[in-house]
């Protein structure tokens, strides 16, 4: 069985005061959940005030939206794996959508992190996804196949077992449009069986793969139910505390 996934992506977004009042919120809303995994990802800006507002709270972890492979050094502007470890940081979004259009990662840069990740013990959240000419084209499968085998080069199962792959159709994400769950279960489906190539059935029924794209408190349900759905990565929705809520409480099996 798969643990349920459901991360907060805050993006550029929520000054130290709204981060601490959002996870004040958000506890009383959801207690000390354990069914399901809820991962806060915000600004390195905020990471530490969300700490301290989990206070002894362990079943919401932290994540970071980027990272650097190297260690240390003269990277002026960057972030390393083990200054993210340093504020416990748990779990680390790479290869966002946001990142390759905008920011010009390739495959082999989000490898590099990927792997450093790794060496940290950091868990990645590695993201792939189509944009709406390659859908239109027919070119979904091909693109993502490129992107996991670039994206995961060099890994051993048990790394790929503790990494989680997010798929996020270009095309759906901060536009209102979601995939339906059918699109989304076959690009699921597609990516698992992408995944027992790469390495073995067994580590590719393990790993945990979430959608993101215009997730909403109505369609997140819907969208979890499906067979090869674990989970959840928000952005716009993941701004307020109550939405966020109900997509942590929708992941469960049974609606509530
Ligand atoms: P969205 O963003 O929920 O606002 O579409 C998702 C993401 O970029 O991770």
Redesign the pocket.
Known sequence: MRKKIVAA?W?MNMTQAESAAFVKSLLLDLGDITDIEVVIVPPFTAIAKVMEALGPSQNIKLGAQNMHWEQNGAFTGEISAALLRDLFVRYVVLG???RRTLFGETDEIVNRKVRAAHEAMLRPIV?IGETLEQRDKGNVEKILSIQLRGSLAGLSEKELHETVI?Y?PVW????GRNATPEQAQEAHAFIRHTLAKISDETTAERVRIQY????KPDNAHELMSQPDIDGA??????LDPRSFAQIVKAAREEEL
């Not at 993101?212 to 997730?215: E, Y």
């Not at 990565?233 to 993941?238: D, E, I, T």
């Open positions: 992506n993006k966002h959508s946001e993201c997010a996020e759906a994400i901060g536009t993101g794209g215009s997730v990565l928000v952005g716009g929705a993941s």
